[in-house]
């Protein structure tokens, strides 16, 4: 498997980012990343989108954390895939995932980058708690896909 670094939260704006190399052809990321069939793999119990394009929704579900809803704002196949999203139960307000494949020689380049956390209706300690948790959820959540997608195909 892909030897991964963890991903780090930005001590200003709460920004997690995150960058794997995962040893697959960047079709197959892009469809694990964007396919809810293949989005239960690795990342959630449930994923729906009404529509592949700017302006669909979807949700992603947890048994634990249960549904929550998201909202593609930007999508260039088969390198840039970017949502918004928003925990329900606390009602801070949404985040934007953006991620970015890169073709290199290895496979692809996965880039994933959660910010809007310090724009979220609550106070710097409680933005900082949820960015660490989504920091954690990146590190399980990608790890995962990395050994789904390098166990289905490799370059």
């Known amino acids: 498997m892909t030897e991964t670094t963890p991903a780090v939260v930005d001590d200003e704006t ?11 052809h960047r079709s197959a990321v892009w469809e694990a990343i964007t396919a809810p069939e293949l989005i239960t793999e690795w990342f959630g119990d449930t994923a729906t989108f009404d529509r592949l394009d700017v302006g669909g929704k979807g949700v992603f579900g947890w048994a634990h954390y249960g549904d929550i809803p998201v909202e593609i704002v ?19 307000g949404d985040t934007l995932v953006r991620f970015t494949l890169d073709e290199v020689a290895d496979g692809t380049l996965l880039r994933v980058v959660e910010s809007g ?7 710097d300690e409680r933005r900082r708690g949820h960015a660490e ?9 990608l790890d995962e896909l990395v ?4 166990k289905q195909d490799s370059v």
């Not at 709460?14 to 794997?20: A, G």
């Not at 956390?117 to 106070?123: I, P």
């Not at 948790?133 to 959540?141: I, K, L, S, T, V």
Request: glycine fraction near 4%.
């Open 147 to 150: 050994a789904f997608l390098e």
């Open 117 to 123: 956390f310090d724009r979220l209706n609550c106070g």
């Open 133 to 141: 948790d989504n920091r954690e959820g990146w590190d399980a959540e």
């Open 14 to 24: 709460y920004d997690v980012t995150r960058s794997v190399l995962i040893r697959a």
């Open 74 to 92: 930007e999508i260039i196949e088969p390198a840039v895939f970017a949502f918004r999203w928003a925990n329900h139960l606390t009602k801070d």
